[in-house]
């Protein structure tokens, strides 16, 4: 979360170009107003070099995220295209991504998967339902969920 003055260096940022932005033009805004901008020590917290290896991290987080696969799951007659690794032990502070298969196999990642699951639908549906409202992410859920 940003703090209230960050929030606000950056609602002047978007106002200024007119609620829509791009991270380069939030860079170079965050640049041009020098260390005195309140954004300024989140863009630039740490040196060069530490810099491209945590864009590097980024770059091979990114990688982890979108490699897909077709999955073959139980009951299912066509293979799904699915993420070729998930990312389980988060609460032991052991970020690991494990071979989807590997997940759905093992009882202790494929709890953690169904959690994470529910997550994502919950933070989905109060998103969406805000934005759009509940009624309408009811019908959607309520489409999504019948079965032929």
Not at 9 to 17: I, Q, T, Y
Not at 80 to 93: E, H, M, Q, S, W
Not at 101 to 117: C, I, M, N, S
Not at 136 to 147: A, K
């Amino acid at each position: 979360m940003l703090t209230n003055e960050q929030q606000a260096a950056f609602e002047e940022v978007l106002a200024k170009h007119e609620k829509t932005l791009t991270p380069e033009e939030l860079l170079a805004a965050v640049t041009k107003r020098g260390k005195q901008c309140p954004l300024h020590a989140l863009v630039y917290d740490c040196n060069n070099s530490e810099a491209a290896l945590r864009y590097r991290l980024v770059r091979c987080r990114w990688i982890l995220r979108h490699a897909k696969f077709d999955f073959q799951a139980k009951g299912n007659l066509q293979p799904l295209p699915t993420r070729r690794v998930v990312n389980v032990d988060k609460a032991a502070g052991n970020r690991r991504y494990v071979a989807t298969e590997t997940a759905v196999r093992k009882k202790e990642y494929r709890g953690q998967l169904r959690e994470e699951a529910a997550t994502e639908l919950q933070r989905w549906r109060a998103k969406w339902g805000a934005i759009l409202g509940i009624d309408v992410i009811n019908e959607v859920l309520e489409e999504l969920l019948v079965t032929d």
